[in-house]
């Protein structure tokens, strides 16, 4: 059981599944905006533009309802609707991705830092003592055993 439990907190300790989750809580939020910005600034205007219509409330009746059958109605609106919102989350998305995409392409064109310079005259002559130091402390450290 032990074993079990250890190789499970390895899988979900793993660094790509913490990112995932990270990844997928992110986008439900960014969805939750994106559907908000969708219903509540675009499709105002958007039915004002159409005469007020509001997409939702089209549909047809294909068969009445008759006693305790309800009635059969092709809501095509509400798939307009849903159609349109998928446009506009794909269109943000491109967008937020585009972006990131710049964002990226100028820290890449960025100049690399310069090299370091090269060492002076005296920092060599201070490396090649501190070298030969470390020669003689090895042959005496060798010489003592």
Do not use: H
């Not at 509001?54 to 294909?62: E, R």
């Not at 009635?71 to 919102?85: E, H, M, P, S, W």
């Not at 989350?89 to 890449?108: E, P, T, Y």
């Amino acid at each position: 059981m032990k074993k079990f439990l250890q190789e499970f907190k390895e899988f979900a300790m793993r660094g790509n599944m913490v990112d995932m989750a990270v990844g997928i809580i992110i986008g439900a939020a960014f969805g939750k905006i994106v559907s908000s910005l969708v219903s509540d600034i675009i499709m105002p205007p958007l039915g004002l533009l159409v005469g007020g219509v509001d997409f939702t409330d089209l549909a047809i009746t294909l068969k009445q309802a008759t006693g305790d059958d309800p009635a059969v109605v092709l809501r095509y609106g509400a798939f307009l609707q849903t159609v349109l919102d998928f446009l506009i989350v794909a269109f943000a998305i491109f967008l937020m991705v585009k972006g990131i995409n710049s964002l990226r392409r100028k820290q890449a064109e960025q100049p690399a830092p310069a090299a370091p310079p090269a060492p002076t005259a005296e920092e060599k002559l201070l490396t090649e003592i501190r070298d030969l130091l470390k020669q003689e402390t090895a042959r005496d450290a060798a010489s003592d055993r």
